[in-house]
């Protein structure tokens, strides 16, 4: 029957829309009741009296949940086929197939499993398509949330608590998690986090999660010119380089150097390498409020396969301030073009930084095992040291100590 029809006719899969559960006093009208969490990214949305959504931060008016939830995840991900709607949207915190599942449970208690009413997806078995929706496949986004370091809101408060906290949990410990690892030819790498977009990103929220990463935007996209020049010396690059081969774990360290306001000339000139690791509680939280901090690998760092042969690509960005007018909205992250220095040896305190870094990392379960195969030929050693040749002085009169630091790495795991 038809959403409008007899309350105790049985309906067919795309019959039970957000009217008809609005009409059964499932769902109340009300503005900011829905909401998608979707890679680190939130929507909110209103809920029509007419079972219309309107999406608060457009005022764009959509028929159906998965009309909605397919829009918002192609702003962030272009390639996103379907928004496998009642599975995205949350309704005061719920899934809206929970509000379904509810319904049928009320009103059609001996109706058939999903499985046999054509569930469009085995990930949530509950799941029906609704009258003027495709028919949606599975996807693995749906609990973004937890995997963004946010628990999931469940039906029961408590329970809603316990996931948050065990989600925090799993997020403090992931950087350290061995992936591929203890299997010698297998790249060392995790899944790489979607960058979304900064035009999806709106005014600053506190909801969101601030690991969220965002794609970077060059000059000439917004039809400006870098406003200041950067040079960085090899040195610095050689030592951020070999903090970031060290471990599995995400890395950051502090830059420092000179600006010339006469030639709007910054000059990167030391690097500070933070021996602490994020997923460290008590440590973490000081050392990430500081500026100029350098991250080491917001994709899985040096051991990334989209990196073309061994040299790990160094990618320095800066962020812009928003326009005065709109203090909150975020600052652009912006793509800068740099020229580097070629120093003519290696110093002292670069040297004394490798040999503390070894010394930190000596025998932590997430050291690279150097001897291992990082490729069919290479092990991960001499991944390091392909990587590193283009950033060594051509003076090598301290190569002898070089070979020293990568002895003792093969010794440290």
């Not at 769902?27 to 990214?41: D, T």
């Not at 028919?135 to 963004?148: D, F, H, I, K």
Request: glycine share 8%; aromatic share 8%.
């Amino acid at each position: 029957k038809a959403a409008g029809g007899p309350r105790g006719a049985v309906l067919t899969r795309r019959g039970i829309t957000l009217r008809v559960l609005l009409r059964d006093g499932l769902l109340e009208p009300a503005r900011g009741v829905l909401s998608i969490y979707y890679l680190g990214k939130k929507f909110v949305g209103d809920l029509g009296a007419d079972g219309t959504i309107t999406w608060q931060e457009t005022g764009q008016v959509f028929n159906s949940p998965s009309a909605w939830a397919t829009h918002c995840k192609r702003l962030v991900n272009p390639a996103k086929k379907s928004g496998c709607g009642w599975a995205s949207v949350r309704y005061k915190g719920q899934k809206l197939d929970q509000y379904k599942a509810a319904w049928l449970r009320k009103h059609q208690p001996n109706a058939p499993p999903a499985e046999e009413r054509g569930c469009p997806s085995p990930c949530h078995p509950q799941s029906l398509a609704s009258e003027g929706e495709e028919e949606e496949m599975p996807e693995e986004e749906e609990e973004e949330a937890t995997r963004e370091g946010r628990g999931a809101p469940a039906a029961e408060p408590a329970v809603a608590k316990k996931t948050e906290e065990r989600s925090k949990k799993q997020q403090g410990k992931s950087l350290a998690e061995p992936v591929g690892a203890d299997h010698p030819g297998k790249r060392l790498e995790s899944k790489p986090r979607v960058p979304v977009r900064y035009c999806t990103l709106g005014t600053r929220d506190s909801a969101r999660n601030p690991q969220t990463l965002v794609e970077v935007t060059s000059f000439a996209a917004i039809n400006k010119f870098q406003p200041f020049n950067v040079a960085i010396s090899t040195n610095v690059l050689l030592l951020l380089d070999f903090h970031s081969h060290l471990t599995r774990s995400e890395v950051v360290g502090y830059l420092g150097g000179r600006w010339d306001t006469n030639t709007q000339l910054l000059t990167v000139l030391r690097a500070f390498p933070c021996r602490t690791r994020l997923g460290d509680a008590e440590a973490a939280g000081a050392v990430e409020e500081e500026p100029h901090l350098f991250p080491s690998h917001p994709r899985p760092g040096p051991y990334y396969h989209g990196n073309p042969g061994v040299e790990s690509k160094i990618a320095p960005f800066w962020v812009m301030p928003p326009p005065e007018q709109r203090p909150n909205d975020y600052g652009i992250p912006m793509d800068v073009e740099v020229a580097y220095i070629q120093d003519g040896f290696l110093t002292n305190d670069v040297l004394q930084e490798m040999t503390l870094l070894v010394e930190f990392y000596k025998g932590a379960p997430d050291l690279v095992k150097f001897q291992e195969l990082w490729s069919q030929d290479q092990t991960y050693l001499d991944k390091l040291k392909g990587s590193l040749a283009s950033r060594t002085p051509k003076d090598q009169s301290f190569a002898h100590v070089l070979e020293q630091i990568y002895g003792l790495l093969k010794l440290s795991g």
